[in-house]
Structure formats: structure tokens, C-alpha cells
């Protein structure tokens, strides 16, 4: 699909990246939430990227392509990245250090089931319900289609939407809960990239609001600045 893309490795590596040996001697795997310093938005952290690209013109329409299409694509490409980013970081996510979903300022995300019973669960088991949940509709030929000819259902846009929120609190906790862990890993340049292409997507394509933003907008517009000449 056209929306599925990869990012190039980073030419120069990261001196201030700690060793994957570090971890346990960090005493990672505990939720960075009762730190009230925010590590992702220091300028050495903030700065590292695995790619400069043009975001503006890596999210636009292009010319010719239906817009549920490029929409679809997009959605599909960035669960598989996101998902394969959070699995990096499953062995840190236990309902022990994470026993509630949080995001940044101890934002607590409730699950709802299909019976419209909200219920309170461990990180790993919401986000597991989440990527269940996104999994089953792009599965799903009566909204995802992929032959020839089919057509999008009706509030599309509006699934798409759901989609992308799932996916910005999945990513929201693990820059609130498990940075330390992705900085030990040197994975912290894939997700600010990673992070600076979604959000570049959900603004151009209006699928968030701002209070859904809100929580990591110091992130964005740290993110943002990097990219101004």
C-alpha cells in the first residue's frame, strides 16, 4: 500500500545512548511516572532523529490518490510500526510495573468493552485490547477493503479516528512510562521519528483533537522546533 513506509538508519550514533548491558543496573521496568521531570523533551534527546524527511510532504494527499485509500494505507502502516515498537518494550510492560494504562501528567485510560462497561486494567492488558481491537478492523473487508472496486463504508473516517487515538495513548505511555527503557535500548531516535511522522499525519489529516494531543504537546512542539530552519 502506499502509505506503509520505513525510516533509514541514522548515520551518526547516539553518544549519550546507554548500553542495552545498563538496563538492569537502571532499575528499569518502573514506571517514570512518579518523576516529575519529563527526560523525552531534554535537547539531547529531543534533537535525535533517524531521518530529516520532509514530513509535510510525506503526509499530503497525493495528487490522484482517493483519500480513504491514502487514509487506510497510513492506518496500516503505522499499527505495524507501533505495535512492533511496543513489543520491543513488552518484557518492561507487566501489570506489576504498569498496573493501570497511564499517559503523561498520571492520565489514567480506561477501557471500554463492547457492552459500554468501562473498565480499569494493567497497561499491558489495555493495550493488548487496543491493538485486538485495531487488528480485527483492519482485518475487516467491510471497512479495510482491498479488492478492486469495493468501497468504504460510511463513517469511515470517524474508525480511522479511534484507530489513531488507540494508537497516540499507546504511544503516550511509552514515553511517559518506559523512556528510560527505550533510551537504554537506543531506540529513542526511531520513536521521536516515529512520533514527528504520526503526528504530521493526524494534523494533516485532522483525526485528533486537541485535548487527545494535549498530554504530549510539549513533545510536539519540541518535535516541531527541530524541524525549522
Not at 515498537?85 to 477501557?111: D, H, I, K, Q, R
Request: glycine letters at 4%.
Amino acid at each position: 500500500m502506499g502509505g506503509c513506509h520505513s525510516y533509514p538508519s541514522a548515520t551518526e550514533a547516539d553518544d549519550t545512548t546507554l548500553q542495552p548491558s545498563d538496563i538492569s543496573n537502571k532499575k528499569l521496568g518502573i514506571n517514570n511516572n512518579n518523576l516529575e521531570e519529563r527526560p523525552y523533551l531534554q535537547q539531547q534527546y529531543v534533537c535525535q532523529r533517524i531521518t530529516h524527511t520532509d514530513m509535510f510532504a510525506l503526509t499530503a494527499l497525493p495528487p490522484g490518490v482517493d483519500q480513504s485509500e491514502w487514509l487506510a494505507s497510513n492506518t496500516v502502516a503505522f499499527f505495524k510500526h507501533i505495535n512492533l515498537f511496543s513489543s520491543a518494550l513488552s518484557e518492561f510492560c507487566t501489570p506489576s510495573t504498569c498496573p493501570t494504562a497511564c499517559g503523561p501528567g498520571n492520565m489514567v485510560y480506561v477501557w471500554t468493552d463492547d457492552h459500554g462497561r468501562k473498565l480499569k486494567c494493567s497497561a499491558p492488558l489495555y493495550f493488548d485490547y487496543a491493538m485486538s481491537y485495531i487488528q480485527d478492523l483492519l482485518t475487516d473487508e467491510d471497512v479495510f477493503p482491498t479488492k478492486a472496486g469495493s468501497v468504504f463504508p460510511s463513517g469511515f473516517i470517524f474508525l480511522v479516528q479511534k484507530v489513531f487515538l488507540l494508537l497516540f495513548r499507546t504511544l503516550a505511555h511509552i514515553y511517559w512510562c518506559h523512556y528510560r527503557e527505550t533510551l537504554a535500548l537506543g531506540l529513542h531516535p526511531h520513536l521521536n521519528t516515529l512520533f514527528t511522522h504520526f503526528t504530521f499525519f493526524c494534523r494533516q489529516h485532522s483525526l485528533l483533537e486537541p485535548e487527545d494531543t494535549e498530554p504530549l504537546q510539549d513533545l510536539i512542539t519540541a518535535l516541531g522546533q527541530q524541524d525549522r530552519p
